[in-house]
């Protein structure tokens, strides 16, 4: 059986609840900017910014992670993620601001979805940890 343990992680609001990923994979939050869009087969895949001459996907993980809610998006968190085998960054839309806290990793319990690593149990709730990477992969089923 997995232990839990310590780390720093960051929470965003992803509609009426939060999520968090590590620390370790987001590099910045970066306030809304022009969406550059095109016909894509990526359905997550909504469109890139231009962050610091890097083109950044953008990638609406509401869709898995807040299902029929159409949250607001006010800020991208940008984040790492595993794309073909290499890292890249990777922009997710968020809907207010994100906190940095450190807590212990608690191993995922119960009937959660294949994305959560783990949670956080803060105050008043518990926060779903996700893998990016395999929230991304639940648009194709």
């Keep these: 059986m997995s232990t839990a343990r310590s780390g720093s992680f960051v929470l965003f609001p992803l509609g009426r609840k939060r ?3 590590p620390a ?3 590099s910045e939050l970066a306030r809304p900017g022009v969406i550059h869009t095109f016909p894509s087969n990526t359905l997550m895949v909504t469109g890139v910014l231009l962050r610091r001459g890097e083109v950044i996907p953008v990638c609406d993980v509401a869709q898995v992670l807040a299902a029929k809610e ?3 998006r006010k800020f991208y968190l940008i984040a790492k993620r595993r794309f073909e085998k290499k890292d890249e960054s990777a922009a997710i839309p968020v809907s207010g601001d994100c906190e940095l806290t ?3 990793l608690l ?4 009937k959660l979805a294949a994305y959560v690593n783990g949670l956080l149990s803060l ?3 518990i926060v779903e940890v996700i893998d990016l990477e395999k929230v991304m992969s639940e648009e194709a089923q």
Aim: charged share 30%; glycine share 6%; hydrophobic share 20%.
């Design 70 to 72: 159409e949250p607001s």
């Design 19 to 21: 999520f968090a990923l």
């Design 123 to 125: 105050e008043k709730e």
């Design 107 to 110: 191993p995922p319990t119960g």
């Design 102 to 104: 450190s807590s212990e």
């Design 24 to 26: 370790s994979e987001v």
